[in-house]
């Protein structure tokens, strides 16, 4: 799959924009854009169209501060958007009522401290979902460059009403393994959830940063690995 219209970004005239860890959801790709840990994000919306990933109709958001990974799921009939910051110290919420012409309206953010009492990590990415359509989950995800035994996800329960979110911390799954050739941990950019069941979350790895050439721009490792849930 290639990016269509997706190699420059027009966020504000900005050349050399980095995007946020994704996750996909019912066709719809959120990817937040932002220059540096100081600087505004806009989040743009892709779909897949005959295997090349292309703007859609959805609305542009425009956040007043860095958003590095976005996590997206549908609860009781509404569509929610949860945007980290740097390093995690800050979060924003967004829903659309409406599913079939989405329109994201911002509920609220501030401190990550605030929507848990858990101890926390500087997350690369976030996902959530539910097992079975029963609890709602976010599983987010912390990889270090310099000590690859600071390699782990955390899975929280989620309390998500109409106008908040809370977060209760479940567990934090320690993974080793560094990449091919290098000392970054599997989880040192993104990981998101590719299955679940009740016993096992399958999980892809791009731990590898994107990499441009010939006007393309392509991640250089994927890996695919299993958590064993208790």
């Given at each position: 799959?290639?990016?269509?219209?997706?190699?420059?970004?027009d966020?504000?005239?900005?050349?050399?924009?980095?995007?946020?860890?994704?996750?996909?959801?019912?066709?719809?790709i959120p990817v937040a854009?932002a220059?540096?840990?100081?600087?505004?994000?806009?989040?743009?919306?892709?779909?897949?169209e005959?295997?090349k990933?292309k703007k859609?109709?959805?609305p542009t958001?425009?956040y007043p501060?860095h958003?590095?990974?976005i996590?997206?799921v549908e609860?009781?009939k509404t569509?929610?958007?949860?945007?980290?910051?740097w390093d995690?110290?800050?979060?924003a919420?967004?829903?659309?009522?409406?599913?079939d012409?989405?329109?994201?309206?911002?509920i609220?953010?501030?401190?990550?401290?605030s929507?848990?009492?858990?101890?926390?990590?500087?997350?690369?990415?976030v996902?959530i979902?539910?097992?079975?359509n029963?609890?709602?989950?976010?599983i987010?995800?912390?990889?270090?460059f310099?000590?690859?035994?600071?390699?782990?996800?955390?899975?929280?329960?989620?309390?998500?009403?109409?106008?908040?979110?809370f977060?209760?911390?479940?567990e934090?799954?320690?993974?080793?393994?560094?990449?091919?050739?290098t000392?970054?941990s599997l989880?040192?950019?993104?990981?998101?959830?590719?299955?679940y069941?009740n016993d096992t979350i399958?999980?892809?790895?791009?731990?590898?940063?994107f990499?441009?050439?010939k006007g393309?721009v392509f991640?250089?490792s994927i890996?695919?690995?299993m958590l064993?849930?208790?």
């Amino acid at each position: 799959i290639e990016f269509q219209d997706a190699v420059l970004n027009d966020a504000d005239g900005r050349k050399f924009s980095h995007p946020s860890a994704i996750q996909i959801h019912d066709g719809i790709i959120p990817v937040a854009v932002a220059e540096g840990r100081r600087d505004s994000s806009f989040i743009y919306f892709y779909h897949i169209e005959n295997n090349k990933i292309k703007k859609s109709n959805i609305p542009t958001l425009n956040y007043p501060k860095h958003i590095g990974a976005i996590g997206i799921v549908e609860w009781d009939k509404t569509l929610y958007l949860l945007g980290l910051g740097w390093d995690s110290k800050n979060y924003a919420l967004w829903k659309s009522t409406s599913l079939d012409n989405i329109r994201f309206d911002f509920i609220r953010g501030g401190e990550f401290s605030s929507i848990t009492d858990a101890k926390f990590g500087t997350y690369n990415s976030v996902w959530i979902g539910s097992f079975d359509n029963m609890e709602l989950l976010l599983i987010a995800s912390f990889g270090s460059f310099y000590n690859k035994s600071k390699n782990f996800i955390d899975i929280y329960s989620v309390d998500i009403k109409s106008d908040s979110i809370f977060l209760n911390k479940k567990e934090r799954i320690q993974v080793k393994g560094v990449t091919k050739g290098t000392t970054k941990s599997l989880f040192f950019e993104g990981v998101t959830v590719k299955k679940y069941n009740n016993d096992t979350i399958t999980i892809l790895s791009a731990p590898q940063d994107f990499r441009k050439t010939k006007g393309k721009v392509f991640l250089k490792s994927i890996y695919k690995g299993m958590l064993l849930k208790k």
